[in-house]
């Protein structure tokens, strides 16, 4: 089995609210799908959403990096030889990150569709029962998430997540009218998206925020200050979980050298997909850090995607992949019933792609062959 064809298509996924995080507010989401197609007639999906603030792709970046390097790079290749792919793939180009998971992630789909396995399966059978999921509030007044959060425990979701990082003492408002309106038996995350950007600011809000009895926090500064993260976690109960911090492995190793993380929250888009994330998350294990899959708000085909990596293994202990339930249409039919996700069980990601709203959606398609490629 060998890879012979890719088609490239840019879509454009509307959400039904604007998601607001503390570094910009999105009215939809960009996302390139990847169709790798072998010379046996298989099919499998893949999923890239760059995010310029984090790995420093862009839409149109992302489909020019596809077209021209990595998808000639792997023509020709069997979609088994995963190692080999990601070698090839990391040779034409550094980082680049969600373009990559793109390949990565229809790779896996092809080996779990050839071998009619689900992904878990290939990568060591599941480890969890179940899978939850947060409720996800991004950045409104006080009030506003307060209600809504109230509303999101009436629905029965387990637990809540609140984006902040505006400026600090309204973000401490925006934390205690949640708490105070939950009740201290529904565990709170509150993750800041690097907007507190300095220490010496976080460092003011670790004592405010202990008597709220948060779940942990996550990113408060800026992603570069690695040291400045492992002085806050020296000075707080609250368990600190780095996001933009960390992408891949040699992030990771300063994360473990420098004590600077309780909690890593792993993307397929930041490290390059499926692969890369196992071994993350087993590295980070070795270390005594616990990890989340986390999602850059993805259609069902990345959020399957994230879904199967984290049933597998142990040391993923939270998962944030909520952009089906965020979007008007979805490209996929990934099951949620709040609190619970439900992998179908069928092979690869287990997933139907809507061929007809993957139509409507799209603003840009391209086609790459084995041995040449052709515009659309």
Request: include cysteine.
């Amino acid at each position: 089995m060998k890879i012979v064809k890719a088609d490239i298509v840019g879509i454009h996924l509307p959400l039904i609210t604007p998601f607001i995080i503390s570094y910009d507010t999105y009215g939809s989401m960009a996302s390139v799908i990847v169709r790798l197609e072998t010379d046996d007639g298989l099919a499998g999906y893949g999923e890239a959403v760059p995010d310029e603030h984090v790995t420093g792709e862009s839409f149109f970046s992302t489909i020019e990096v596809l077209k021209h390097q990595l998808l000639p790079a792997i023509m020709g290749e069997s979609p088994f030889a995963i190692e080999r792919i990601h070698h090839l793939m990391d040779g034409r180009i550094y980082a680049n990150p969600a373009a990559k998971a793109a390949i990565d992630i229809a790779c896996y789909d092809l080996m779990g569709k050839y071998t009619d396995k689900p992904i878990y399966d290939l990568i060591g059978g599941k480890f969890h029962e179940q899978l939850t999921f947060a409720k996800v509030l991004s950045i409104e007044e006080p009030e506003i998430m307060a209600e809504k959060a109230k509303q999101a425990v009436a629905l029965g979701y387990s637990s809540l997540k609140l984006k902040v990082g505006f400026d600090l003492y309204s973000d401490l408002e925006r934390v205690k009218a949640v708490r105070e309106a939950v009740g201290y038996e529904v565990p709170i995350r509150v993750d800041v998206n690097q907007g507190w950007k300095h220490y010496a600011t976080a460092a003011q809000a670790l004592p405010l925020l202990e008597p709220l009895r948060i779940s942990w926090l996550e990113q408060p500064i800026k992603m570069e200050d690695i040291d400045g993260l492992s002085e806050l976690r020296k000075k707080t109960v609250i368990p600190i979980m780095a996001d933009e911090s960390v992408h891949n492995g040699t992030h990771l190793n300063e994360i473990i050298k420098k004590h600077a993380a309780d909690l890593i929250n792993i993307k397929l888009m930041k490290c390059g997909g499926i692969y890369p994330a196992i071994h993350m998350a087993k590295t980070a294990e070795y270390a005594g850090i616990q990890c989340q899959v986390g999602s850059m708000v993805e259609s069902s085909i990345g959020s399957a995607a994230g879904y199967h990596t984290a049933i597998a293994r142990k040391n993923i202990i939270s998962t944030e992949l909520t952009g089906p339930l965020l979007f008007s249409k979805d490209i996929g039919n990934l099951e949620y019933r709040i609190p619970f996700v439900y992998l179908s069980g069928k092979p690869g990601l287990g997933i139907d792609v809507d061929a007809n709203t993957l139509e409507e959606l799209t603003v840009k398609k391209e086609t790459v062959l084995f041995g040449s490629f052709k515009s659309k």
